[in-house]
C-alpha cells in the first residue's frame, strides 16, 4: 500500500488508513475513461478574454457582503471579518506558470485592493482552489488564519512553513473569531496535486456561522444521492446564503459524480433550504466541455422549473457584489 505523504491518522468510515474516499460512491475515473473523453468529446469555444469592473471593497463591513473574485474565490465581510474561499489570483490554475487553464476573467478584485484577510476556507488540493502562489502572497502580507480539512496543511507548509492553519475532519468546527464558528461539512468530490496522491488529502465544504448569520461554502462537490446535503439542513439549519458550483459538469458521464451541474445546484439549495445562493464554480477557468454563458442559463431553467425566483440564486459575475440583509 503507498504511504500518504499528506497525512497519518485512524481509520474512518471514510478513510482507509491511506486514501480518503466518498461514502456516496467513487469519482475515479481511469485513463481510458479520461482518453474517451479527450477523444470523443470538443471543448466549446470560449473568448479569450472577459472585461470585468473590479469592485473595490470597504475595509470592515458590520453585517454581510459577498463579492464574486472569480471561480471559487469569493470574498465574505461579515461580522466585522474579511474572510476568503478557495484564493487564487494566478493566471493560471496549474502547477506551472506557462500551461494549464488560462485565466477569461481577470480577478473581481485587484489584489492590492483586497482589505485585510483574517482568513481562508481552503476546501481541497486542485489547482482551481489550492493556489500556493496566491496563499504566498496573502501570508506575507495578511497572514491570515487557515481552516482546511485533513492533509491540506501539510501540503501548504512546503511552501509556507509558519501558515497559521487550523485542520480538521467532516464534522469538525473551529472557533476564527469570538462568536464566529467554521465547521467543517462533507462533499462529494476527490484530491491530489500529481498522478501518485489521488484522494490523500481530504476535501470539504464550510459552514460558517456568525450570531446573525449562516453561510454555507460547497467547495467542488457532485450531488450524489443528496444525503449529505439533507444531513447538513439537519445538523446546522437551514443557510441564510449557500456558495453552490454550477460549472465543470459537461461530460455528465465523466462529471456527474464530483461536479454538479446546474440543476443539481438547485437540488442543493432545495435540500439545504438556502434562502439565497450565489453561483460559483463557472465563467472564469475552462476545465470541461460546456460553453461558457451555459452554466446560468441551465440555472435560470432550473429555478422555472421549481418555481424558484431568480434573483434567489444568482450567478454573478466577477467584480459583482451581494449584500445579505
Known amino acids: 500500500m503507498p504511504r500518504n505523504p499528506y497525512y497519518r491518522g485512524p481509520a474512518s468510515d471514510h478513510f482507509d488508513g491511506t ?44 453585517e454581510c457582503v459577498v463579492t464574486m473574485v472569480g471561480h471559487a474565490t469569493v470574498l465574505i465581510q461579515v461580522a466585522g471579518l474579511n474572510i476568503l474561499t478557495d484564493p487564487v489570483w494566478s493566471e493560471r490554475a496549474s502547477p506551472v506558470g506557462f500551461a494549464g487553464p488560462k485565466r477569461v476573467t481577470p480577478p473581481g478584485i ?8 483574517d482568513a481562508v476556507l481552503l476546501s481541497h488540493s ?18 491570515p488564519l487557515l481552516v482546511t480539512p485533513l492533509g491540506n496543511d501539510t501540503i501548504v507548509r512546503r511552501t509556507i512553513p509558519d501558515v497559521r492553519a487550523i485542520v480538521g475532519d467532516w464534522g469538525a468546527q473551529v ?48 450531488y450524489g444521492d443528496g444525503e449529505i446535503f439533507r444531513r447538513m439542513r439537519h445538523d446546522h439549519g437551514a443557510p441564510d446564503l449557500a456558495l453552490l458550483p454550477i460549472g465543470a459538469y459537461a461530460p455528465r458521464w465523466f462529471m ?39 452554466p446560468p442559463q441551465k440555472l435560470q431553467e432550473a429555478l422555472a ?6 434573483e434567489r440564486f444568482r450567478a454573478l459575475e466577477a467584480g459583482a457584489v451581494l449584500e445579505l440583509s
Not at 485587484?110 to 484577510?117: A, Q, W
Not at 456527474?256 to 435540500?271: L, T
Open 126 to 143: 486542485h489547482y482551481d482552489h489550492l493556489d500556493l502562489r496566491t496563499l504566498s502572497r496573502l501570508h506575507r502580507r495578511d497572514k
Open 19 to 62: 486514501r480518503f474516499f466518498n461514502a456516496g460512491g467513487s469519482t475515479d475515473r481511469s485513463l481510458r475513461d479520461v482518453l474517451r473523453w479527450r477523444l470523443s468529446s470538443r471543448f466549446a469555444r470560449w473568448p479569450a478574454r472577459v472585461d470585468v469592473s473590479p469592485a473595490v471593497p470597504q475595509p470592515r463591513v458590520p
Open 305 to 310: 422549473a421549481h418555481g424558484i425566483a431568480p
Open 110 to 117: 485587484r489584489f492590492d485592493d483586497l482589505p485585510p484577510i
Open 256 to 294: 456527474e459524480p464530483q461536479h454538479a451541474d446546474p440543476a443539481e445546484a438547485v437540488r442543493i439549495m432545495r435540500d439545504v433550504e438556502a434562502r439565497q445562493a450565489i453561483a460559483i464554480h463557472w465563467g472564469c477557468f475552462q476545465l470541461t466541455d460546456e460553453p461558457r454563458e451555459e
Open 175 to 222: 472557533e476564527i473569531a469570538g462568536n464566529v464558528t467554521v465547521s467543517l461539512v462533507p462533499a462529494n468530490h476527490w484530491s491530489a496535486r500529481g498522478t501518485r496522491d489521488r484522494r490523500m488529502s481530504l476535501w470539504s465544504g464550510f459552514m460558517l456561522r456568525t450570531p446573525k448569520t449562516l453561510i454555507y461554502f460547497a467547495g467542488d462537490t457532485g
